[in-house]
């Protein structure tokens, strides 16, 4: 039987969690073992105990997420079972068994209407039942009297599976002459194989941290959405015109954040990290999609 560590990732056919699964090679000190909901029900407190009972994680990276941020508007339900009760019955479990969580959150526990780049200690006001969702999720964390892990708040998070802007913006390109896309909404893109990079260095360096700490991730460099689909059109090599439009031409039934640039001075400092910028980043996932 392995003594190494086993690592527990929930969501695992996110985007995150793919990019997790791709670095089980690299990380053969640890026994992962990657569930979904339909292996685990996170939201499901008694099935999830007895499951945890056998698996036994000494570390639990949660990636679950309700991310429909316009459907949340409406299922709200649904979206709290999953981003604020299943984040608590986890961190139970890891309080109670000695467990290291990561949980991931999100830029849209802010209200967007800061001028320069959000810090870990900056007032939380959520816009949104998303948002709102996400925080009461950290907040639960904290109120199992903080159990040994990290919250990361991440913002435009994107890789070359599942749902997400950069693959929206490859497939709409290559079938339209022009696409309109709002240049005042402000932030940074995140590639998820960057983040589960930096988890992972996180991890190594678990033994130092006690209690839950907040931290805030993201590429480096700051863009609008226009100016990000620009550079994937470019990069992609996809002969498509990309027109700047406010937010008010482009209305949704739940609030984007109109700034939500983070510093990621603190993630640094603590754990060491290099993060590459945004541009680089984009430029390589292009590489590897095509």
């Known amino acids: 039987m392995s003594s190494n560590p086993t690592i527990l990732v929930c969501g695992s056919n996110g985007q995150l969690g793919s990019e997790l699964k791709q670095l089980e090679d690299l990380c053969t000190q640890y026994d992962f073992i990657f569930t979904d909901v339909d292996e685990l029900d996170i939201t499901e407190r008694e099935s999830l105990f007895t499951n945890l009972e056998v698996i036994k994680p000494d570390i639990i990276i949660n990636c679950a997420a309700y991310t429909a941020v316009d459907k949340a508007e409406t299922e709200i339900e649904d979206a709290y079972l999953i981003n604020a009760d299943a984040p608590y019955f986890l961190a139970e479990y890891a309080k109670q068994n000695h467990a290291f969580l990561v949980h991931i959150s999100t830029d849209y526990v802010f209200d967007g209407l ?10 939380v006001n959520p816009q949104t039942e998303y948002g709102k969702s996400k925080l009461q999720g950290e907040e639960s964390i ?13 913002s435009w998070l994107y890789s070359s599976t599942g749902n997400n802007f950069v693959k929206t913006i490859l497939r709409i390109a290559k079938e339209k002459e022009e696409i309109k896309v709002v240049d005042d909404q402000i932030g940074c893109p995140t590639w998820a194989a960057d983040l589960a990079a ?40 996809i002969d498509c015109k990309i027109i700047p439009i406010p937010t008010k031409d482009y209305p949704l039934p739940a609030p984007r954040p109109a700034y939500s640039a983070m510093s990621k001075d603190k993630i640094i400092k603590s754990f060491g990290l290099k993060i590459p910028h945004w541009e680089g980043s984009l430029k390589q996932m292009l590489e590897q999609l095509q």
């Open 114 to 123: 800061k001028a320069s780049p959000y810090i870990e200690s900056d007032d």
């Open 142 to 154: 904290i109120d199992v009297i903080k159990p040994d892990g990290v919250i990361i708040r991440t």
């Open 198 to 237: 930096a988890i992972m260095k996180i991890i190594e360096q678990r033994e130092n941290i006690s209690g839950t700490h907040l931290y805030l991730y993201s590429n480096e460099g700051i863009c609008s959405w226009f100016e990000f689909a620009k550079k994937i059109v470019e990069y992609a090599k």
